[in-house]
């Protein structure tokens, strides 16, 4: 256990809990693919930018069975997300702007269950 793993844990279950929280309230899921126009601030550039160089590094660790490299990977994660909910407003008032930070989430979702369900860790 690192800091730097209890921060991005944090993190990501910040994303989850958000995203369980409005898919209950919106009825459906905000999974898919984000509009990459619709990413405004540099913080929700360099996070959608970080989530795909995570994603295929960990799926090319995991093809090798190098767990520990795709927790790695993982970890390049923490500073774009920490990043991410201190400057972003996600239930911006905007309803596209909201939703493509929606889906944003759930691609944070997507790339740690790549690895390991994060909500499952204690912390």
Do not use: C, W
């Not at 619709?38 to 913080?43: A, F, M, N, P, V």
């Not at 996600?90 to 790549?114: C, F």
Request: charged share 30%.
């Amino acid at each position: 256990k690192t800091d730097d793993g209890a921060t991005l844990l944090a993190g990501v279950k910040r994303a989850a809990n958000i995203l369980s929280i409005e898919e209950k309230k919106d009825k459906t899921k905000h999974a898919g693919e984000y509009d990459l126009k619709l990413l405004r601030d540099k913080e929700e550039l360099a996070l959608a930018a970080a989530i795909e160089s995570v994603k295929q590094d960990t799926v090319a660790a995991i093809n090798v069975e190098n767990f520990k490299g795709a927790m790695n990977a993982l970890a390049e994660l923490r500073a774009p997300v920490d990043a991410f909910f201190e400057k972003v407003t996600v239930n911006d008032a905007d309803p596209m702007l909201r939703g493509n930070r929606l889906k944003l989430l759930s691609e944070i979702r997507a790339a740690t269950l790549n690895v390991a369900d994060f909500s499952k860790i204690a912390g």
